[in-house]
């Protein structure tokens, strides 16, 4: 069975740069052909797309709010992604979660095959 992993909480203040990783585990990137997201919610919204890269790691998609800020990547040999976010806003605090899917859509969807625990990111002066 596939297992997500996220890196531990973290809290930064406004503008400054958080990396977070998503350590795959029963499976492997570069075999099935899922898209690797970073989805997140914040306290009293519904759950947000913040990025995706694809199966064959080509390609990365950001939602509007975070790019140009944001970098999604992966390690094939580590089988892992990673989130790096910079410039980060109060805006950006919200619980991060790792997932996976084969519908292929740079959009919130509810067929997300696989879901980390998520990690808590808070952005506070």
């Known amino acids: 069975q596939v297992q997500l992993q996220e890196s531990r909480p973290g809290l930064v203040k406004p503008l400054q740069t958080l990396s977070l990783t998503c350590a795959v585990r029963?499976?492997?990137?570069?075999?099935?052909?899922?898209?690797w997201n970073w989805i997140r919610q914040s306290p009293g919204n519904v759950r947000e797309f913040v990025a995706a890269i694809t199966w064959s790691g080509s390609s990365t998609y950001y939602a509007d709010s975070v790019k140009g800020r944001f970098t999604i990547s992966r390690d094939n040999a580590k089988n892992t992604v990673y989130l790096q976010m910079n410039s980060l806003k109060p805006e950006d605090t919200a619980v991060y979660y790792c997932a996976a899917d084969l519908y292929s859509g740079a959009y919130y969807h509810e067929m997300y095959k696989y879901w980390g625990q998520g990690t808590q990111v808070t952005v506070s002066s």
């Open positions: 029963g499976g492997s990137l570069t075999t099935t052909a899922y898209w």
